[in-house]
């Protein structure tokens, strides 16, 4: 798919991976809508890009807010081509420690957001892709792209919820390739490893060092703009199809 003229949707795309994706397709010629909480990132973005980016304030694990946001697109953009689903948060709670027992509620936050927030995002979006025009000969309507993390595969100590919603991402990424076919939908997942979001700024120099030298080659953390790189390749390739790909410097992580 050509990203040029089409209109994108990136959830949790005010800052990191999803502002560099948003700034991307932008640069290609795509309109692209940004579902965030970040009212201040998201604003910064709309004004920036004027009439080629808006935001909408979106919690994407509420069904109601989603909804919304998507009417919203239809009228300004129209139906969009693209989804990419960056929204994300995280914890870190060992199952059983010091302070107790993991808290149930922590757990099913972070599910409800990584796991469930990006499926019904990708369920809402696919009604509307759906009645887009077929771009092609092979009836091209949309693509989606997933965000997991290498944690899906190599989960840390105090990652169990993080780690149990970014496997599910994977889990469901060919199932609902599947679902979509028919559609002339494709859907994708990348699963990033350490890469230089907004996270790591409170980190000290020595800790990045370290976290670095962790990685296969090469070994520094990874880029925004290189996550951003690889989502344009999914949208431009229509072959690749229910697929994860790592993108992670050939790291794999250790317990702790």
Do not use: W
């Amino acid at each position: 798919m050509d990203i040029n003229g089409k209109v994108a949707i990136v959830t949790g795309g005010a800052s990191g991976l999803g502002l560099a994706t948003v700034e991307n397709f932008i640069s290609l010629g795509a309109k692209v809508a940004v579902f965030d909480l970040n009212e201040a990132g998201g604003a910064e973005v709309e004004a920036k890009y004027k009439g080629k980016a808006i935001f909408l304030k979106t919690n994407v694990a509420e069904e109601e807010s989603v909804a919304t946001a998507l009417k919203t697109v239809k009228e300004t953009f129209g139906n969009p081509h693209i989804v990419v689903n960056c929204a994300g948060i995280g914890n870190a709670i060992k199952t059983l420690g010091k302070r107790g027992v993991f808290p149930y509620d922590q757990f099913q936050k972070v599910v409800a957001v990584n796991l469930s927030g990006t499926f019904n995002v990708i369920r809402l979006a696919a009604e509307y892709m759906a009645e887009n025009e077929p771009l092609n000969e092979d009836g091209d309507r949309g693509v989606i792209i997933n965000t997991a993390s290498v944690a899906a595969f190599d989960g840390q100590i105090g990652q169990a919820a993080y780690s149990a919603s970014k496997g599910g991402v994977v889990g469901m990424t060919l199932p609902i390739a599947r679902d979509l076919a028919s559609y002339g939908i494709r859907v994708n997942t990348i699963a990033p490893g350490l890469i230089q979001t907004p996270l790591f700024q409170t980190l000290s120099d020595e800790a990045i060092a370290s976290l670095s030298g962790s990685v296969l080659y090469p070994k520094r953390l990874g880029r925004p703009s290189e996550y951003a790189s690889l989502a344009q390749q999914l949208v431009e390739n229509d072959y690749l199809n229910g697929e994860t790909i790592r993108m992670d410097g050939g790291i794999r992580m250790q317990p702790r």
